[in-house]
């Protein structure tokens, strides 16, 4: 059974530190890994990450995938109160429905 | 921008109603879903769907039902409320094929079914 799992489920820190939040999968078929952000209301799209070492960045926010070790790390510097959020890693299994399958999400509360 | 609404975001039903909840996407998008999102679980998904009329079970489909009728409109439908289909009720779309993967979510409906 396809299986996401992200850690910590839930994290607080303060305005300004760095954080990392983790996704680990164990799937078939995998094609791509998503991470969301949710706030108060619809998920927003963040990443898509399909080869392996390649990092994305936007902003203040980046993120990696590493094939070999099944797992995807969504880090985040200098944080603001802005980015308290919901944040959820997704995979897309490579037949072609487009399905996603989520972790539980990480709950970040940044603290000012 | 894409722009994917429901129609009410939050719904409080009686045990045994019939609930009608609907999803409108503005951008043409072929593939169309519904999640529930619940505490340490994530976002599960119910139903989806490829092209009008085309509709498939997801991972919990068990009290649900779904109808595409129109490109724009994917309806989920609660036959018979239960208090555990209270929930928030996602529902997202994409372009298929050769489109973005990702999919592009609405605001929600949070279900109490009392």
């Known amino acids: 059974e396809d299986k996401v799992v992200q850690s910590p489920l839930s994290l607080v820190v303060h305005e300004g530190d760095t954080v990392t939040l983790n996704c680990s999968y164990e799937v078939t078929n995998f094609r791509s890994l998503l991470w969301y952000k949710q706030e108060k209301k619809a998920p927003t799209f963040l990443f898509m990450l399909t080869s392996s070492g390649i990092e994305k960045k936007s902003g203040r926010l980046s993120s990696i995938l590493d094939k070999k070790e099944l797992f995807s790390i969504l880090n985040i510097t200098a944080t603001q109160t802005g980015d308290s959020a919901v944040y959820l890693c997704a995979f897309l299994s490579s037949s072609n429905t487009g399905k996603l399958i989520f972790g539980q999400g990480t709950t970040l509360q940044v603290k000012p | 921008d894409v722009k994917v609404t429901q129609s009410s975001r939050y719904l409080v039903k009686r045990t045994g109603e019939k609930v009608f909840l609907e999803c409108v996407q503005d951008?043409?998008?072929?593939?169309m879903f519904w999640y529930r999102q619940d505490p340490g679980l994530g976002l599960r998904l119910i139903y989806f769907s490829y092209d009008v009329k085309m509709k498939e079970k997801g991972d919990i489909p068990e009290g649900y039902s779904v109808s595409r009728e129109k490109k724009e409109r994917f309806s989920l439908i609660l036959e018979s409320a239960s208090t555990n289909q209270t929930s928030m009720y996602l529902c997202?779309?994409?372009?298929?094929?050769?489109?973005?993967?990702?999919?592009?979510f609405g605001p929600g409906t949070r279900l109490t079914v009392t």
């Open positions: 951008m043409d998008h072929e593939n």
């Open positions: 997202a779309s994409r372009h298929s094929p050769g489109g973005g993967y990702e999919q592009y």
